[in-house]
């Protein structure tokens, strides 16, 4: 079946505009997750949604972040103002439920780009 | 806080060498150890799995142990093809919260023919 689906796949954007980043989840997942993947890093957590609810959103760097997720499936990264240190990989990954013994499958990522 | 330590990188080694990328972790608990994989140009990649002490996650000759008391989730093969060139992630997730992966910093491996 489909796997988890990212939109765009690269983002150029200049010092202090708004971004949207899409994620698909694999249909049927409740819970969703946003990473951000910096260059030689490993990804860093950033939100994490059950549902349509943020359960965890600790890792959200600044208020500048946003992410939503109205219906329980497509979730949508928001970005304000943006800044040439946000340009990075953003991950988007989901499993069935919220299990330290399940999967999460991620998406290709959307590479993120600020000048 | 929970973390993961890997072996930096990078590695090279000739095909049908032995592989060895060493993981230790921190964590509160006992987590779930995993690790990814990440093919040039594509997402990452479950490669295998360990959910409790003493587990061995396998896959594609990849293996992995989950050892409690040295904390350490080392990934091995016995012999390495060239289309094992990626870069590897060794990874947790906390049984407490059960939401969010904490990653090594990944091990780059090129196989050469």
């Known amino acids: 079946g489909a796997g988890v689906s990212q939109t765009p796949s690269n983002k150029v954007t200049e010092k202090g505009k708004y971004v949207e980043l899409r994620c698909d989840p694999i249909?049927?997942?409740?819970?969703l997750y946003w990473y951000r993947q910096s260059l030689g890093q490993g990804p860093e957590f950033l939100i994490y949604f059950q549902g349509t609810g943020a359960a965890d959103d600790s890792g959200l760097p600044n208020d500048r972040f946003f992410a939503v997720r109205p219906e329980g499936s497509v979730s949508t990264l928001k970005i304000q103002r943006t800044e040439r240190g946000d340009s990075a990989v953003y991950l988007c990954?989901?499993?069935?439920?919220?299990?330290?013994?399940?999967?999460?499958?991620f998406g290709p990522g959307t590479r993120l780009l600020v000048l | 806080g929970d973390s993961v330590t890997q072996m930096e990188g990078p590695v090279t080694l000739s095909e049908e060498a032995f592989l060895t990328i060493n993981c230790t972790y921190t964590?509160?608990?006992?987590?779930?150890l995993f690790w990814y994989v990440q093919y040039p140009g594509e997402g990452l990649q479950l490669l295998l799995k360990?959910?409790?002490?003493?587990d061995k996650g396998s896959n594609k000759g990849f293996e992995a142990t989950y050892r409690k008391e040295t904390t350490s989730f080392h990934l091995e093969k016995g012999s390495v093809q060239v289309s094992d060139s990626a870069v590897y992630f060794c990874a947790l997730i906390s049984r407490r919260t059960g939401n969010q992966f904490y990653f090594g910093t990944g091990t780059s491996l090129t196989v050469i023919p």
């Open positions: 990954a989901s499993s069935l439920r919220s299990s330290a013994q399940e999967t999460q499958y």
């Open positions: 249909s049927g997942h409740t819970a």
């Open positions: 360990a959910t409790k002490a003493d």
């Open positions: 964590a509160t608990g006992y987590p779930s």
